[in-house]
């Protein structure tokens, strides 16, 4: 059995707080030349591949740059920058609610991504947090979806991450959420809501199924002004777009959601009207480093529950949405 490699750190810095990219060649490959690989895996054409290569800025373990005719060789690790997208900046601040020498606990606005990934790369809160407090070792123990607003644990020590981690996977952080949706009578309040999740790649919306349930959450309803309820959400699974997903399947989807129970069209860069109101509000645990119990509650409140008309602007001042 091939033993797992040795991963090398990156001879590469960050830029704007966002890491390199690390490629480790497959061991198994006919190809003849790392240039070669690079322009098949990563669909970048082979115009860009020969520019970066050209320019010096795909390097090796040694931080030496990777030469057009360089031999493949099964298992070697390259890294390079990818070309940051031009990113509408999220105009919300990023609060830091706790930092320890172990972790920092960041209250994230709505509209921004929690990590790196697809067209969100320096615009995101784990960038940020490493450019604003100047610790570039600082990892995510977990996310939220760009357009939940609310509580994140991150790591100051790379070592320690899988700690944290662990915490989320065995299921020992208890998480409350807070959502603003229609009012419904005939909804019997409180439930613990169970079903099958499952999002396919490609496809925006997660859908349930039939089948063994992998996705629960407990639904209360606290508070409620005319129309409009605020929820209580107490997931203990964390599936996909869990809490959106049976909010809807209970006839009341969260309000400001471009997905359930319809996918709407493609929001503008820049627009930042109207956020999902949906907020971690609370974030429990007992730190596996220190021992300590912590509990973390987030500042920020819903604009539908505090002001129905500033959230929902010209097109919903005049009045509530009708309910269920």
Do not use: C
Request: a neutral charge.
């Amino acid at each position: 059995m091939r033993r797992k490699p040795r991963i090398p750190p990156s001879p590469l810095p960050q830029r704007d707080g966002v890491d390199p990219v690390r490629v480790r060649l497959p061991w198994d490959g006919g190809w003849a030349t790392v240039r070669d690989h690079l322009v098949e895996r990563l669909a970048a054409g082979t115009g860009v591949i020969d520019a970066m290569i050209g320019a010096g800025l795909i390097v090796g373990e040694d931080g030496r740059p990777v030469t057009a005719d360089a031999a493949y060789v099964p298992g070697m690790f390259v890294w390079f920058h990818r070309e940051l997208p031009d990113e509408e900046p999220v105009p919300f601040a990023l609060d830091v609610v706790y930092r320890d020498e172990h972790i920092v606990v960041a209250d994230k606005p709505h509209f921004l991504a929690t990590t790196p990934r697809g067209s969100h790369v320096a615009e995101t809160a784990l960038a940020r947090l490493r450019r604003e407090l100047e610790l570039p070792a600082l990892g995510a123990a977990h996310r939220l979806d760009r357009l939940t607003a609310g509580l994140v644990l991150f790591t100051v020590r790379p070592g320690e991450r899988g700690a944290y981690q662990t915490l989320f996977r065995d299921k020992l952080v208890r998480k409350e959420y807070e959502a603003v949706a229609p009012y419904s009578p005939g909804l019997a309040l409180p439930r613990t809501v169970r079903s099958r999740i499952v999002k396919e790649r490609g496809v925006l919306a997660a859908r349930e199924v039939p089948g063994e349930p992998n996705a629960v959450s407990g639904i209360e309803l606290p508070a409620r002004r005319g129309p409009l309820g605020r929820y209580r959400l107490t997931p203990s699974t964390g599936q996909t777009h869990q809490l959106r997903v049976h909010m809807n399947a209970l006839g009341v989807p969260i309000l400001g959601d471009p997905l359930y129970p319809v996918v709407t069209g493609p929001v503008p860069a820049g627009d930042f009207s109207r956020p999902l109101q949906l907020l971690a509000r609370v974030l429990e645990f007992t730190d596996p480093i220190t021992g300590h119990e912590h509990r973390f509650t987030s500042a920020r409140e819903l604009e539908a529950w505090t002001s129905y008309e500033a959230w929902a602007g010209a097109d919903g001042a005049a009045s509530y949405p009708a309910g269920p």
